[in-house]
């Protein structure tokens, strides 16, 4: 009898995941499931949903007929995701921790512990594709493409990984439709079936984010201004703040100089001067950018594109491809014109790149 390929999957206690192993099981894989506990602070259960989950996980491996691990990279994931996340916040700048939190650690720690636990491949619950490219006889290319449903497409969140790890992954919901996911797991048994889809901050849970930022990061206060400057109000550290963000500004009753009742955008940072800079409206110029700058590239596709060929890009995860062309490139920035101004470009997000449906990599918004 053929040896069967042993599979771990990453295993979170939300729905996607826990179907994942039931597909690969069912396809005749040796399936092993692992939870990862990534956050230890203040693991409370008023935000912290690890204990829940992992009792979820474990009733699902039960109905499945896997075994589970449970593994603690709490230490790799302060080192390596929490710090960087911190550093950038405190250069004003608003970082995705779950692009980081896939390169670092889904696809490097918990890699490393499957490969050492004699597994060939890893499995997770994420909405995207791999197809693997054949280049003449022996060389080989791996594409990271964009999900069939494309409401729930994660792609741009996976362009930070390598060759190598695209080459260790599997992602068996890329065909699939959230409706099906859950129709699979209903008809399976599977007592996550209904459970809501988790939200927030992939170590903060749904905490309400200022408070938390509050414990790692000094409160500098400085004036809030217009374009044009004015003081309009008072900001409470310029790290609390993101470019496009409307509530919590608190400058609620403050006329502006656009349409009556146009609410307020944070557009701009100083962080020379500890200023804040508002603009009124939300189709105000400062908010609209035909261009931007990226560092810290990273070409899941395994090279850096071609200068001359047409692209389209995300600026944030939420958001419809926007074609545009590479202006400049090398080894250390990209620079990128959008046929369209974007709406609310911001420093520390990611840029990342598609042709049609595969993701070609990208890099950090300056």
Known sequence: MAHKEKIVVGMSGGVDSSVVALLLKRAGFEVVGLFMKNWEDDDDDQYCSTRQDLIDCAAVTDVIGIELEAVNFAAEYKERVFSAFLAEYRAGRTPNPDVLCNAEIKFKAFLDHALALGAGRIATGHYAGVREVREGEHARRFELLKAADRSKD???????????QLASALFPLAQLQKTEVRRIAREAGLPVHAKRDSTGICFIGERPFREFLNRYLPRAPGPI??????????????????????????????????????????????MEKNELVVACGHGHPLLQKDRLRAADLSWVSGSAPDAAAAYAAKTRYRQADAPCRIARIDDDFLELHFEQPQWAVTPGQSAVLYRGEVCLGGGVIQ
């Open 225 to 270: 201004r217009t374009p044009e400057g004015r003081v309009i109000g008072e900001h409470v550290g310029l790290a609390f703040y993101t470019i496009g963000q409307r509530k919590g500004i608190g400058i609620g009753g403050v006329k502006g100089a656009g349409a009556e009742g146009e609410a307020w955008y944070v557009a701009g940072k100083d």
């Open 154 to 164: 994660q792609s741009y969140f996976l362009y930070r990984l390598s060759q190598a």
